[in-house]
């Protein structure tokens, strides 16, 4: 199973888990990334996230059918959350099962990362003094 | 022809719009399309990078442009 959204409302994290619950699975990893309350030293306030909705949708599923080619792995949930978010709030839930458990880590670990690269998603980081799009300049 | 890009995240702040139309020769690159907004907007330049995509698949510099193509500007992007 391929399980793939971007929402605007609070991800429920333990829905996720049980979403891709399977019985033929001896092991789930769960990647949950939250907004965090500082960047390099700087306080951030909040983070304003945008995506490109069909674009973003089409690369999440890409990503998801390339990790079950590359592993064995039984299902997978990729869940992103868009618009403003609080320090500690979840922006993303990346849930993987598989028979056994190295399957379900190295493909949860490939899908953040190469998220991270691909996915037409965007993070604004909102300062007390100011703000800034996350990686846009070098 | 007319063309409309979709911008997101700081292009549409360079832009100062959520879309541009641009009227471009017929049979245009991606490569042509990208000197084209470098020079209409400058402050593409000094992004890390940026790519195009059409029909929502990222395009390679080679690519040809066609009207009918929907079209995006994806700056660098930082989702999780």
Avoid at chain 1, 49 to 68: F, G, N, T, V
Avoid at chain 1, 89 to 115: E, G, K, W
Avoid at chain 2, 12 to 34: C, G, M, P, R, W
């Amino acid at each position: 199973m391929i399980d793939i959204q971007i929402e605007n409302e609070p991800l429920d994290v333990v829905g996720c888990t049980w979403k891709v619950g399977d019985a033929a699975c001896g092991g789930t990893a769960i990647f949950i990334g939250t907004v965090r309350n500082a960047t390099k030293g700087k306080k951030v306030i909040r983070l304003d996230y945008e995506c490109y909705q069909s674009m973003a949708l089409k690369e999440m599923r890409k990503i998801a059918a390339d990790a079950m080619g590359r592993w064995d792995i039984q299902n997978i949930l990729i869940h992103h959350r868009v618009g403003t978010l609080q320090i500690g709030d979840v922006a993303v839930v990346i849930a993987v099962n598989a028979p056994h458990r190295d399957a379900a880590f190295d493909a949860c670990r490939y899908t953040i990362d190469t998220l991270k690269k691909t996915v037409p998603i965007w993070k604004k980081e909102v300062f007390e003094d100011g703000e800034e799009w996350v990686s846009a300049h070098a | 022809m007319k063309i409309t890009i979709l911008a997101f995240g700081i292009a549409k702040e360079i832009f100062n719009s959520s879309s541009i139309e641009l009227d471009v020769q017929e049979e245009i690159t991606v490569a042509a399309l990208k000197s084209i907004l470098e020079i209409k907007y400058p402050k593409m330049s000094n992004l890390s990078s940026y790519m195009i995509a059409l029909n929502n698949e990222y395009a390679e510099d080679d690519m040809v442009v066609h009207s009918v193509d929907e079209m995006a500007i994806i700056p660098p992007v930082s989702g999780g």
